[in-house]
Every structure is written in C-alpha cells, then in structure tokens.
C-alpha cells in the first residue's frame, strides 16, 4: 500500500483564500484524522472519521475549519476565509478499526502558509 | 488535567552517543505510551508502544522504558547515527470508557552531528 496520500504538500495563499487538503486514507482503514501541527502547540486532533461519518469535530477552531468525508478513500479540510495564524503543517491519518492500541499512520502533510 | 510533557525540549549529540529523552504523563485512567519519531518534513511514525503491565520494551538501537508508578517513560538511543536526528514525540492514550483520546506531547528534537 502507497501509505496515507496528502495534497498538496505544501500550499502558499493570502489572507481571505479558501484553502482545499486533500487526503486518501490506507485502504481498508476504518478510521480518519485531521491534525494541526505548529511549534507552539505540537499536534492538536481538528476531527476524526469513523466510517466516513465525523464523530468528534471539538477540535475544529472555528466554523472557518470544515472537514469532509464523501467516501471510504477520500477527505477533504476546507478553510474559508483563511487567515495568517491559520500557518500550520496539516496531517491526514488513518488507522484499522482492530487498531485498538491506537497507532495512526500519517500522511506526509501539507504545509499551509497564509500571507 | 490530562497532559504529557518531554524532555530536553532540543538536544545535539555527536553520532556514535547515546541519549535519553524523557516523557512525564498525568493521563489517568492510562491505556498505553507510544513514542513516535518525526523527520523533518515527514509525518511521525511509530517506534515502540508500552503497556500497563510492561517496563522495558527495545526496537533494534530504540529502547523505551515505563514505570507506570511514577507515570514517566524514557526513549534510550544506542550508538546514535546522522539519521536518527528527528523529532521524537510521546503520546499517551486514555482508556476511560468510550474516550480512547490520545494525549500528545510536544516532542524533544534530537540533533546527530558527525
């Protein structure tokens, strides 16, 4: 298997942008998930999938932030209107619903840049 | 509150070195403690996990320990090399009921020079 597949990989917009990710999950993996990594922070889970349906969206900052997920192979994070503190890599994961130790594999990311 | 913290928060050694990093955990009611490492510019990827019931637990020149009493964990690198320089990130999951969240720490960023 290719692993977790993001695009693009790195992105550079202005101030007001819509912004797509894109991600394609491990086939076969029941499970979904968007994170936000900066220094300050570390990693902070946006929200998952289970199924394609999304059972925990509380890391969404704002309703600027939606995800979705049409079907088993595909998802997408939208940010709209975009803004500079929005900066940020951004990493797509997955991992099998027998997965119950929790490891997620992880997509390469997108590294987003808001001017 | 749930958190994870590491240390150092950076380190530079010189290849052929070891290190150890370290990771404090007040995740209650614990689950498991998985060490991640994370090269520049990749996604992080799995290195060891430990149980409850486990205390020392080795992934080639990797070696993770747990002391589940005092909630710290430690990353041992053996005979460092250039690519081990990555940053290394503990996790630890909650097992209280339906919540199986993952609690992240900040990483140390560990420096191999020639």
């Known amino acids: 298997d290719a692993g977790v597949i993001q695009s693009p990989r790195h992105e550079v917009t202005e101030m007001g942008q819509e912004v797509t990710l894109r991600c394609k999950p491990i086939?076969?993996?029941?499970?979904l998930f968007w994170y936000r990594q900066t220094m300050m922070r570390g990693l902070e889970l946006l929200i998952y999938f289970n199924n394609n349906v999304p059972i925990d969206d509380s890391g969404m900052p704002e309703d600027r932030f939606s995800a979705k997920m049409p079907n088993a192979s595909f998802s997408t994070l939208k940010i709209q209107p975009s803004e500079p503190r929005d900066s940020a890599v951004y990493f797509c994961?997955?991992?099998?619903?027998?997965?119950?130790?929790?490891?997620?594999?992880f997509g390469e990311g997108s590294r987003l840049t808001v001017l | 509150k749930n958190q994870v913290e590491q240390s150092p928060q950076s380190l530079i050694i010189l290849e052929g070195k070891n290190c150890t990093l370290q990771?404090?955990?007040?995740?209650?009611?614990?689950?498991?403690l998985r060490w991640y490492k994370q090269d520049t510019g990749r996604g992080p990827v799995s290195l060891t996990i430990?149980?409850?019931s486990e205390n020392t637990k080795s992934n080639g020149r990797y070696t993770a320990t747990l002391d589940a009493d005092t909630k710290q964990s430690s990353l041992h690198i053996t005979a460092s090399q250039l690519s081990d320089s990555a940053s290394y990130i503990c996790?630890?999951?909650?097992?209280?009921?339906?919540?199986?969240?993952?609690?992240w720490g900040l990483g140390t960023s560990l420096g191999v020079n020639p």
């Open positions: 086939s076969g993996h029941d499970y």
């Open positions: 990771c404090n955990y007040t995740v209650s009611p614990f689950s498991n």
């Open positions: 430990m149980t409850f």
């Open positions: 996790v630890v999951r909650l097992n209280a009921g339906n919540n199986r969240k993952l609690i």
């Open positions: 994961a997955s991992r099998p619903v027998t997965g119950e130790s929790g490891e997620l594999f």
